[in-house]
């Protein structure tokens, strides 16, 4: 909620607690930027009115701070009681389910009854972990495991903590020291506690936190078992650091079926081993690992024990590193990013279903209609991929104008939109999307609105059923001909030995049979090109086939460019902070035909098909389109690369790609596409050859006499732009508009002085 925060206002409503009248508590936490709220009501209300105060001071706070139509995020069920309202006429309902409550001791009978209507409500589901989200994923269809994360600088405190440094009720106890922190309740196996005690009457058995629900008289009382109560956050890693092996002695019952401790990952932040009764979800993410020792019995629990005693004793430190590389991918920064884009896609998508419902039959997105009068912006922008994205966010922040946005699918990022599918995997709804490029100005630009995962890309070709590198490198030399070509010049020669030089390079073919002969061309061009084009690559212009390099040395790359690698969290969210500027309205399910009449604009910017802008007045331009086949699948990979190309005739698809390897995800199961080429759908590529230029040229001097209307982009300028590129081009096209603007106000202003 911190995380939260720093984006959009919080209001944390707590649990009441007891008081004289029925009150807020309204106070403002002191590292974050999250209002906490407690209700105070007094003794003796029937639970109808305890319900209704809550309802009238929950409703009374919002209407008293402005906040119309929050995001209403649950941690339980029971507080839909009272909120029921507010949830109801929510932007979202996020209901965040931690544990299953109704396992819990003093659950209360309605529980289950009101998660029900609760999930009924929820617009997104999460689930605090891997066992839960598979007991629940049958309930919503928009839900999603997040395991725990860790604060790992805050718990690393404990790797460097200094003797001085042990907290004053833990700097008495001998060694080796045994400890658990966190709620002592009735999912603590009391009994093993004992038994450990009992077994290591020279151990020291250290508990911190707070007694819950559970009766203090039941704890097992032993000389050497220390109760220490609950600490702060803050505290806890000087207890962790002060501790030689760390543990989690739940009992293994219903009421901790479904839990996914925080506490072992901060437990391995602070350097400590781990042991552990068996939970599902510790054993699953890190049962593997040498430190985590998870224990079956009691008696296996007080043997693991003396094990990680003996680890941690121990001068090896691979097991150090084994934890290390574990944890790396873990941060609650990570989660919140990801969390933040499906509450965001929640709200989006809510607010298009109400604005269609509210049947407005000629506008289809909310804004634009506001009480009947035509709005007016600056610009209108059609079309949200890179191309009109850049221009809304550069127009937007860099020139101060008011900008609508729109695009007809129902979303931004255009082809290169990213999002989490049903399973939880993210992919590329429209194929895989590699950023390269060779230009510092749009790596700066792209890097004001994401940090980079960085990813080389690499491609295997399926020939004569070897799986071998392409771009065509000495290995694949070697491994389909059974080789051994050691330097860059036997490899040159092998190839100059079949290469047929053709005096003038034209068409697609040319290209690769002058640098590969024809059999490699064939084995590894013609097939796919003709799949890929709907024509032989002798029809096509020579840049298409120029794009994949021929090698000599052993580089496997896909790609030359002095840059590569993934948006950290994904295209879409990259977008989503390009475009989150009050300036810009984004209206997506909008075409431009819906709205171009019913908008007031000064200028218009328009990136989708340059030949359905004029009404394909010379006839429709070429364009070769795909269909995705997505599968997701129960393993956690399925292929060594993410792409792997299939160039032979005969096999339907082009390429399978695998999600995951880009997006560098930990996912218990894998998503992979299937790409079929085809005629008809939307327009993913413009054909490069004469006769489709020529007849662009045609639409290219429409488009150039229109001093009205910008065309930027893939589509309006027909050209078989990579991402940088369009990025690049829609840079340069923003500083013409800011200069043909220049030279009007200042003609303009000549024109007044003049007159004056
Ligand atoms: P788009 O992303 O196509 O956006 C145009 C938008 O305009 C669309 O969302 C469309 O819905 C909307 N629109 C069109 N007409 C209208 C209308 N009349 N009304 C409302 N909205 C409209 N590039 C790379 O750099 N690396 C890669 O690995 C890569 N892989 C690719 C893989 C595939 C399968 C494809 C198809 C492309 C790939 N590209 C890749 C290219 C990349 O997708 C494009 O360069 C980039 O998306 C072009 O951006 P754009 O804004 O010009 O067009
Ligand atoms: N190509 C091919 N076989 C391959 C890879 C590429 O024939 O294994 C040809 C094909 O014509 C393709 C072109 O090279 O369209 C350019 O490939 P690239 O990967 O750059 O295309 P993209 O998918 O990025 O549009």
């Not at 890693?237 to 839990?259: C, H, K, Q």
């Not at 024990?305 to 944890?327: K, Y």
């Not at 729109?406 to 290169?416: E, L, S, Y």
């Not at 399925?638 to 005739?649: G, S, T, W």
Request: overall charge negative.
């Amino acid at each position: 909620m911190s995380r939260f925060a720093q984006d959009r206002r919080v209001i944390f409503f707590e649990e009441p607690l007891p008081g004289e009248t029925a009150s807020l508590e309204v106070r403002q936490d002191a590292k974050s930027e999250v209002t906490i709220v407690t209700p105070k009501l007094p003794d003796g209300l029937s639970h109808e009115r305890r319900n209704a105060e809550l309802t009238r001071l929950l409703t009374g706070l919002l209407a008293e701070r402005g906040v119309e139509r929050p995001i209403v995020w649950y941690y339980t069920p029971m507080m839909l009681e009272f909120s029921r309202p507010v949830a109801e006429t929510a932007a979202a309902v996020v209901y965040d389910c931690m544990d299953e409550l109704s396992n819990f001791k003093f659950a209360p009978d309605s529980l289950k009854q009101l998660e029900r209507d609760l999930v009924g409500l929820a617009d997104v589901v999460f689930t605090g972990g891997y066992s839960l989200y598979e007991a629940k994923r049958g309930w919503h269809a928009n839900i999603h495991p997040f395991p725990s994360s860790v604060d790992k600088a805050h718990f690393a405190q404990a790797r460097s903590m200094s003797t001085a440094q042990d907290p004053a009720d833990q700097a008495a106890l001998p060694h080796p020291r045994f400890g658990f922190y966190g709620v002592i309740d009735e999912r603590m196996d009391l009994d093993l506690l004992a038994k450990l005690a009992d077994a290591h009457p020279e151990w020291s058995i250290v508990m911190v936190g707070p007694v819950v629900k559970i009766d203090p008289a039941d704890l097992p009382k032993r000389a050497n078992i220390h109760y220490l109560g609950g600490k702060t956050y803050a505290e806890l890693p000087f207890y962790l650091g002060g501790w030689d092996v760390a543990m989690a002695p739940f009992a293994i019952n219903e009421s901790t079926r479904f839990i996914s401790p925080t506490k072992t990952p901060e437990y391995l932040c602070g350097g400590k081993p781990v042991v552990s009764t068996a939970i599902v979800d510790v054993k699953r993410h890190y049962g593997e690992l040498e430190a985590v020792r998870v224990a079956d019995t009691h008696a296996e629990f007080i043997i693991e024990c003396e094990s990680a005693l003996a680890l941690g004793l121990s001068s090896t430190t691979s097991w150090r590193q084994a934890v290390d590389e574990a944890l790396a991918d873990l941060s609650w920064d990570t989660t919140y990013a990801r969390m933040a884009t499906l509450v965001e896609e929640a709200a989006v998508r809510k607010s298009q279903t109400a604005a269609k419902a509210a049947a407005n039959p000629v506008v289809a997105g909310p804004a634009v209609h506001s009480a009947g009068r035509r709005s007016h912006y600056d610009v209108l922008i059609v079309g949200a991929g890179f191309a009109g994205s850049v221009i809304a966010e550069r127009l937007a922040v860099g020139s101060n104008k008011r900008v609508l946005l729109i695009d007809r699918r129902p979303h931004v990022a255009g082809n290169a939109f990213d999002v989490h599918d049903e399973a939880g995997v993210l992919i590329h709804q429209y194929g895989p999307h590699i950023f390269h490029t060779n230009s510092d100005e749009i790596v700066r630009y792209l890097s004001r609105f994401t940090g980079w995962r960085t990813y080389e890309h690499r491609v295997l070709a399926s020939v004569d059923g070897k799986l071998v590198p392409i771009p065509i490198n000495r290995t694949t030399l070697n491994v389909l001909y059974g080789l051994n070509l050691t330097t860059d010049e036997e490899a040159a020669n092998f190839l100059a030995a079949r290469a047929e030089p053709t005096a003038q390079i034209r068409t697609s073919e040319d290209v690769v049979v002058a640098a590969v002969g024809r059999e490699l061309y064939e084995k590894f061009f013609r097939g796919y090109t003709r799949k890929q084009w709907g024509v032989d690559p002798s029809e096509l212009d020579r840049s298409v086939t120029s794009r994949v390099p021929t090698r000599t040395n052993t580089d496997d790359r896909y790609f030359g460019d002095s840059f590569q690698a993934m948006p950290k969290l994904g295209f879409t969210h990259m977008f989503g902070n390009m475009l989150d500027h009050k300036n810009i309205t984004i209206q997506t399910e909008t075409e431009f035909a819906e709205v171009k009449d019913d908008v007031l604009y000064d200028q218009l910017v328009f990136s989708g098909p340059v030949d359905e802008f004029f009404d394909h007045r010379f006839g429709p331009l070429p364009y070769r389109s795909l269909k995705f086949e997505h599968r997701t699948l129960d393993q956690e990979q399925f292929q060594q690369v993410a792409v792997v190309n299939y160039p032979h005739p005969d096999t339907p698809y082009t390429r399978i790609s695998e999600y995951k390897h880009l997006t560098g995800q930990k996912h218990p199961k894998t998503s992979i596409s299937y790409e079929y080429p085809s005629a008809v759908g939307d327009p993913y590529y413009p054909i490069p050859n004469a006769e489709a230029q020529a007849l662009y040229k045609r639409y290219e001097a429409l488009a150039l006499a229109r001093q009205d209307v910008t065309f930027v982009g893939r589509l309006a300028t027909y050209r078989y732009y990579n991402m940088d590129q369009v990025v690049g081009q829609a840079l340069a096209t923003y500083r013409k508009i800011l200069e043909v603007g220049d030279r009007a106000v200042s003609s303009r202003d000549v024109t007044e002085a003049a007159r004056a």
